[in-house]
């Protein structure tokens, strides 16, 4: 008990209660010393330009959840606590319970896509989830219809459908987008909203003198630059919209600085590319354990086999090299080759999707690892993910519309731009221009958890434990 009175001392929050959910757990908003919180009050849009396997996984996880038929297992947001003070304290509340999210009943959802199925026949065409499951949603993911897609084959080579918008210059088809984005928050009657890109991934490019401002961009558009990319052209929308913009996929899209600018300009954040689920999620957690333990690597080869969509759209170079280039990234920034070239100086890393349609969503990534310790004595890991895509990816979705949604309405997050504390979520965290992303899973997590206690005006947990020995 006295402990918990010299903590609740040393912070300087002033919070006031402001909300409470449905549950009757009572949410915090409010201001602290490190900015005002405003409340979640009314609906929030989720906007999704592709409503493939992980969307539609989403979309109707949140509505079997909603409805009482499952857990929302794999969400930080909605299964994960936050410790505050000391280990003594005993104060561990949910995270929803902490800072003010949106309840899974405030959730509306619109979509894009080149295709016309809506989201109960494109789930059923994933073949993600159970007929049976499927089955008592219907009668909603049936109303979540696709609106035309801004598409462009020349990016996805593998596919191609008949909903897709026209339009003279790429500067049209962001207007068209940005008329859907109003069209939506006036239908829908959400008092915020969200973009999600779950579409599929693009061919690989690199930023040209167009990505560089906003002039530059809006001239570019306007000339129809054949490397302004459709998934561009969304966050485009969304951000002149004052929408956060999350991206799913490893395409370029708002890894550049025009979209940092509007970004900052409209109060809109923006954060890392491509969902970090099966393999990276354990490259992540296995490398920072060589390198605590300072065992050196020669070499990691990881393959995949694949059989969804996204499988067959990664089977082209140019989307695949895309996905190669988010995957191969991680490990060099742990591992820190500049600091211990004996250890990581010289290491083979190799990664390899195949698509192999007989395995649909569950795909199957083997990972060999070559270590050596002691005297350079050489040793072998072999890791062998029988995962699920999508049921990986979808709680990520759901903890980065919340997070993103919390983001916008933190006036201490709002203006920044890139939200760093999400990286969490991501193979591609994005950072402040200069600066290397943290890809450790647990770094990334610490980080996260104090940005939370640091809006809240709770001290932050540093591991030092000194205190405990006094
Ligand atoms: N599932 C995972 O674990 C995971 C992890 C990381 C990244 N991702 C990425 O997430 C994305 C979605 O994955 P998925 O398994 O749902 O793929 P999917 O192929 O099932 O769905 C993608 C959908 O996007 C649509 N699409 C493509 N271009 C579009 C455009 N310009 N506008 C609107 N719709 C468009 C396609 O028609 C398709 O329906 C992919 O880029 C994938 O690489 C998935």
């Given at each position: 008990m006295a402990t918990r009175q010299k903590s609740a001392q040393k912070s300087t929050a002033r919070v006031e209660v402001k909300n409470e959910t449905k549950s009757g757990a009572k949410v915090r908003s409010g201001s602290t010393a490190n900015g005002t919180m405003e409340p979640a009050k009314g609906k929030l849009g989720v906007m999704i330009p592709g409503m493939g396997a992980v969307a539609t996984t989403f979309v109707a996880g949140v509505e079997a959840i909603r409805k009482g038929l499952a857990k929302p297992i794999g969400s930080l947001t909605q299964m994960g606590t936050i410790r505050l003070?000391?280990?003594?304290?005993?104060r561990s509340p949910k995270v929803k319970e902490f800072v003010p999210l949106a309840g899974l009943d405030d959730l509306v959802f619109t979509g894009w896509d080149?295709?016309?199925?809506n989201m109960y026949e494109a789930a059923s065409n994933a073949g993600v989830l159970d007929y049976r499951l499927l089955e008592q949603l219907k009668p909603f993911l049936s109303t979540v219809t696709p609106r035309a897609a801004v598409f462009d084959h020349n990016y996805v080579k593998k596919i191609d459908g008949p909903n897709v918008k026209k339009g003279k210059t790429k500067m049209d088809l962001a207007e068209q987008l940005r008329d859907d984005i109003r069209d939506f928050k006036k239908t829908s009657g959400a008092s915020r909203l969200i973009t999600m890109w779950c579409g599929s991934t693009e061919s690989y490019i690199e930023p040209t003198a167009?990505?560089?401002s906003v002039k530059s961009f809006e001239k570019a558009l306007r000339e129809n630059?054949?490397?302004?990319?459709p998934s561009m052209i969304y966050a485009y929308a969304s951000l002149m919209e004052g929408v956060p913009f999350a991206n799913g996929?490893?395409?370029?899209?708002?890894?550049l600085p025009v979209m940092l600018e509007l970004s900052r300009q409209n109060e809109a954040p923006i954060c890392g590319k491509d969902?970090?689920?099966g393999q990276t999620l354990m490259k992540t957690v296995l490398a920072p354990a060589f390198k605590a333990r300072l065992l050196g690597l020669s070499g990691w080869y990881s393959t995949n086999i694949l059989g969804n969509r996204d499988g067959e759209v990664l089977d082209d170079p140019g989307s695949f090299k895309t996905k190669e280039e988010s995957k191969l990234g991680v490990l060099e920034h742990i591992l820190q080759p500049g600091l211990y070239p004996e250890l990581y100086g010289n290491i083979f890393h190799k990664v390899r999707i195949n698509y192999y349609p007989p395995r649909g969503d569950n795909k199957e990534g083997w990972d060999n690892i070559d270590i050596f310790g002691w005297l350079g004595y050489p040793m072998q890991i072999k890791v062998d993910f029988l995962c699920r895509d999508s049921i990986l990816a979808a709680p990520i979705v759901l903890d980065l519309v919340l997070f993103l949604d919390l983001a916008k309405r933190c006036s201490a997050l709002r203006?920044?731009?890139?939200?760093?504390?999400?990286?969490?979520?991501?193979?591609s965290p994005m950072t402040a221009p200069g600066l290397y992303p943290e890809h450790d899973l647990f770094i990334q997590l610490m980080k996260l958890k104090n940005t939370l206690r640091h809006l809240k005006g709770e001290e932050l947990i540093?591991?030092?434990?000194l205190e405990y020995y006094d």
């Open positions: 003070g000391k280990r003594t304290d005993g080149i295709f016309e199925d167009a990505h560089q630059d054949e490397l302004i990319a996929a490893p395409n370029l899209t708002v890894d969902f970090k689920t203006g920044l731009g890139i939200q760093e504390w999400l990286s969490f979520y991501f193979k540093t591991h030092l434990g």
